[in-house]
Every structure is written in structure tokens, then in C-alpha cells.
């Protein structure tokens, strides 16, 4: 085994080193003779296939783009990928990629004195001019220190001169960018698809001259620089106000969003290592008007924009030529909202029909749509089919305007295992508003009742906690502790495995951390980093969360994760992201929250009229609200 993982990686230098002429030598030969020594070595050697590598002297913007997870992880997150295309289009540009390593990794990094490198050229990132992070979980913010410091790169940007690369976030997290505000130079809020490019346009203009690149970068919509901005607390410690420190910063960030989605990435990095979602995946639509109160997706990602048929069509049979995938994930918040989605499904099916293709929806509503689907797409029976009912009755899906009946979800599940899918897999949720212990009684006896519909399914039920998250109706709700969720916890666990099904439930310990990292503000970024400095890193890990490190680190700092995950907020409260814009206004949010204690439902404005939420106001060009379906592209 250990002959063949030499020759692979002998190959792979050949390939690299006669191919593009570019790599540091020396800093390839160090890694080498450590490769054999780490599992899982191609998480580090690059060279995979569709990997984009440029004459690094000849390219004037170099940038590092970082999921911070490991490989297998990284590879699965679909925003680097459509950036990575974008970037490197671009004469004048390179993207190269980073992940998290694992810690046999970081061991041997650290006791050969070698920084962290990218998996294309094994440029170390300091080299680099940018590196921009991907944050989509708040649990990877010790992830982003770590990274930083394997790369021998200042933790502070206060703390960072102009010869160190410039400091970028993004993705969903950066809706509430407070708590990584000391780390990050700047944050691109929203979608940064045309935000990347206007950044490097500052960037090589003005290389060289940090502050002034930042002054130029915030005036760009959709970019926050932090230290342009000064935070005062109130005496109980709540945020007193965010203001401007400099006449180049907007008082309030507004999200960026892209008109019309382009296309996607034909050409996607196919790892050597099998990733968690390990197959194509196509964009088919972005946004999402269910308004589901607790999902920050639902909000932050208005409007709806589609692509066409023919596009969808097209990009999954670019991605079977470049890449060899036997599955394809059509994604989408709700793919079954997607226009004319059985006449695509159709198509697809037809178009591929005897190339042995399975399809994937990993977004399905559980309502009598699906069953016309799960018939056209040729979707293998091994396939696990997942669901979120979210709540046991329909009062509290009424709360969280998620309006699924009892029947309709047992007729549609009958109907779905009747023609042969058995595997299902359903998500609730505990610790919702207005919740009681016969709401959690009723996820007992809703699956009580599905594993009766077929003796032979195998039923696994995942039961997630609330957390609170910033730009919805519940940004103002208390967390539920860990004590008064405790007795649901028996319940289900009772309930559940006397039936036959397999239960799984979270760390409630863990959902605090994330609640209160959530809705932090920037005071958390003293806490953020006691924390890496005593040993926290990989917190999403279960094997590597350690609570009374995070509780020693808020301590430290005369702070509480109670604070921030535990405490109901007033609705007059000036919140931590109360300067970031997203369109859908705090008018809207506070109405849908009067509306969840009432249980009353709020329509899908695709369907009827317009519920107002805020986005009519906004002037995007070919987009007048989320609430009127936007035309596909051409």
C-alpha cells in the first residue's frame, strides 16, 4: 500500500513539475517525505482533476480561497467552486484553493516550521494577496485562526501590515460579521460573484497601499471594512450603537445580489478523496418565498432567481463530460418550487436516459409534488430520501409557517413507500416558539404512525435544537437550555427507539456555543480566540468540542454564553448585524414575529399577493421584489 501511495505521489510531482514548471521545490520535497506519515495524504497534493493552475510570476492578483474544514468537507461547498471559475477567467488573476488541515497535519506543519500552502502551486499563503474564507457555520471560526496561524500570518488584522495578504469573509455567517470583525479585513456581504471582481480591480490598483485599498473597497455595495467602525455598549451590555469612524463607510451595509444567475461551473476540481456530497451539483434556482420564520436562507437569499431549462440541461452534460459523475444534485432551498420542475425532470431523465445517471433533489417538500417527481427522476432506490416535517403537530408548523397537515404528510409518505423507496430519513425540531410537551409528544406519534405505514422501511429521525438566527423572525427569541430541553430529550428518546427507529440528537451544549457565536457581537472575538489559543479548533467535530474550554473563555472576558444564546431580545434592541441591510426589512420581521406567537399563516407572495417584506423597495435591476417570479435567464 505504502509502494503504491509513493507512486501516486511520484506521478503526481511528474505531472505537476513538467506541466506548469512553477512549483517551489523545496517546499515540495518537505512535503513528500511528510505525506507518507498523515492519513488520508490527498487531502494535501492538489493536482486533481480540472485543477486550474496559472504562471504564478505572470499573474499580478493572487488569490487563496479557504472552506475552513477539512478536504472531504471543503470539497463539497459550492460557492468556491463558482468563484474559483470566476477568478480565474480573469488574465489578470489566479484562485487557488486551501482547506483545513487535519490535525496529524498541523503536527507535522508545526514541528517543521513549514506554513500552510495551497493545493495548487504549494505557494505558502502569505505569498498570496488575498485569502478569502467561506463561513457557513459559526463553528468554524476557531477553524479560521488556526488556519491563519499555520500560515504564520498575524491573528489581528490591527495587527497586519501591508506586505501580509488582505483578509476576506464571506458566505451566510458574514450576515452578523461582528464576532470575526478583529481577524477580517473586510466582509463581503451577500452573493460575490460580481463583488470579487470589483475587488480585484481596487486590489491592483492599489496593492501595496492597505489603507487606502480598504478605503476604495468601502465603497463598493455589499463590503464591510470593521475597523472603519466604531461599536458602543449600554451599561447591561447590550449594543448601544454601530456608527461610521470614516467618511468612506456606509451606515448601513446593503447585501449584494446578482441579477441573474450565471452560469455554473462546468468544470469543477473532482478531489482524489471521496467528499461527504460526493457528486455534480447545478444550481437550479436561488432564493426561496416559503418564509419558513425560523430559516435564515429563506430571508437572506431573496429573490428567487431560476435558471432556465435548457441551461440546467446544458450544465449537467458539460459536468458528466468534464468530470464523470454517475450523480448530480440539482440544488435549490426547494426544488419543488422550481417552475415546471417535472417537465425538467422529464427532460433530464430523457436526455440521459441508459447512461446510468442518478439525480438527486435534496430539497424536497413533503407534499403530493414529490410523488410525480420521485416517478420521472431516475433516482436510485438506494438513495436515502430526506424530509423536514420540522414539528410533531400542526399547530407548531402553523408557528414556524411551515403548513404541512399530518395527513398530507402520511399520505404522501405512504404513497412514496408503496412504490419502493424504504429508506427516509425525517428532521423536527425541539425548542420552537410557543412549544409544549405535547408538541414534542407529537413527533413521537407522527412517526409512530409513518413506521407503521410500511413494516420494512428503515425510518431515521434527526431532531436539530433552534437556534436563533440573526435576519429572521426569531432573531429576537430566547435559546431554550439545556435543562428545559432535557425531559423532551427523554421523551423522544423513550418514544422513538421503542419503535424501531434510529434517533439521533444533538449536543445541546454545542447549539448554545452556536446560538451565542450567532447573535454575538464584537466583543466575542476576545472569546473567539482565548478559545484557539487553548486548544479549541474543529468545535463542529463531536470528538473535539470542548465546552468548558468555550465557557473558560467567556468567563475570561467577564462574558456568558447566556448572554447571547439564552436572552430574549426587545424588539426596540439595537442588534449586533443592525447595520447590515439585507432588503427584507425589520418591519417585515417583527410582523412575522406577532404572527408566529399567533400561529397565524403568512402566503407565499409567488401565489398571491405581496407580503411586503422589503425587497419591492429595492431598485435591482429586472428584480421588483421576492414575491414575483423573476424571468431565467436567456
Known sequence: MCKVIVELLFSLKQRMITGYNIFNLKQMESLDKILAQVTRPARYTGGEWNAIVKQWEATPNR??????????????????????EIINSRQDALAERVYAPWMDMEAILRRESLALFSLESRHSLKEFDVIGFSLDYELTYTNVLNILDL???????????GHYPLII????????????SDFIDLFVIGEGEEVILELLDVLRAYKGNREELLKQAAGIEGVYVPSFYRVDYNEDGTVRSIVPRLPEAMARIRRRTVNKLGLSPARPVVPYVEAVHDRGSVEIQRGCTRGCRFCQAGMIYRPVRERSHEEVIAAVSEMLGNCGYAEVSLLSLSAGDYPEIEKLALGLAQQFYGKDLALSLPSLRLDSSVLKLLELLPLSRKVTLTFAPEAGSERLRRVINKNLSDEVILSTLGSIMDKGWTKIKLYFMVGLPSETI????????????IRHLAKNSRLRVGVSLLVPKPHTPCQWLAQETEEQLLPKYELLKSGLRREGVKFSWPDSRVSQIEAALSRGDRRLGRVIHYAWREGCKFDAWTEHFNYQKWMDAFQEFGLHPRFYANRKRDLGETLAWSHIDTGVSSEFLMSEYHKMWQGEETPDCR????????????????LSCAGQRLPSSP
Open 63 to 84: 488569490i487563496v480561497l479557504c472552506y475552513p474544514e477539512i478536504y472531504e468537507i471543503g470539497m463539497s461547498n459550492l460557492a468556491l467552486p463558482i468563484l474559483y
Open 169 to 180: 469573509a464571506g458566505g451566510s455567517c458574514a450576515l452578523n460579521p461582528e464576532p470575526m
Open 151 to 161: 500560515a504564520q500570518i498575524p491573528l489581528f488584522s490591527s495587527e497586519r501590515g
Open 607 to 622: 401565489y398571491g399577493e405581496c407580503n411586503a417584506c422589503g425587497l419591492q423597495n429595492w431598485q435591482l435591476d429586472n
Open 438 to 449: 405535547e408538541d414534542v409528544r407529537g413527533i413521537e406519534e407522527l412517526v409512530s404512525r
